[in-house]
């Protein structure tokens, strides 16, 4: 049971800052103008990078000050199961970026992102709380919607220059909301 409550409170300021990282990401672009898709994949991509050095050093000084090391075998297993999804989300970001600009499709390459992180958090999960690989799968269905929608739906409200607040909404909505559920649900330190 104190594992649980350790999981909670070590998780909840990760997903806040990245989520807060996400959907600030989105409100910048879209107020600079960055809507073409020349930018998008490299932008998300430079996003990603710093969400993750933000939430590695976040985890870091979580274990210094707990008097953990940091690359412990647990964490190990956890970025192992984390990586191949995480690797292929890149791969395709660098593919994204090797096409004409005319070629780029943000929407599609939001939504498989969507779809390979809620992989990778599902991954995540078996070494976690279950509400990781609950989190997993709504990015995985968010994705698959999007995908649809962006392959076979004829709407304007989709369209590739909202592809900024499609990420802002999925990769900084759920991991903020995630994270607040996980700080309000979190049972106080228990003192000696």
């Not at 910048?28 to 994949?41: I, L, M, P």
Request: proline share 3%; glycine share 12%; with cysteine.
């Amino acid at each position: 049971m104190e594992h649980a409550g350790l999981y909670r409170r070590a998780m909840a300021p990760v997903a806040i800052i990245v989520g807060i990282l996400g959907l600030a990401a989105a409100v910048f672009a879209q107020v600079v103008g960055w809507t073409e898709a020349n930018r998008f994949a490299s932008y998300w991509m430079g996003v990603g990078v710093i969400s993750m050095l933000s939430a590695l050093l976040l985890i870091r000084s979580q274990a210094l000050k707990g008097g953990e090391i940091f690359w412990s075998p647990p964490t190990r297993r956890v970025a192992q199961a984390m990586a191949p999804m995480l690797a292929v989300g890149l791969g395709l970001g660098l593919l994204e970026l090797l096409h004409a600009p005319m070629d780029r499709d943000g929407i599609r390459l939001a939504a498989i992102w969507m779809i390979l992180y809620g992989g990778a958090l599902h991954s995540a999960g078996f070494f976690m709380q279950r509400g990781l690989r609950l989190l997993g799968w709504i990015f995985v269905i968010i994705g698959i919607i999007c995908l649809f929608i962006s392959e076979f739906g004829e709407t304007s409200w989709l369209a590739d220059n909202q592809a900024h607040w499609v990420m802002g909404w999925a990769f900084g909505g759920n991991n903020l909301a995630y994270g607040l559920y996980l700080k309000l649900t979190a049972e106080p330190l228990k003192t000696k």
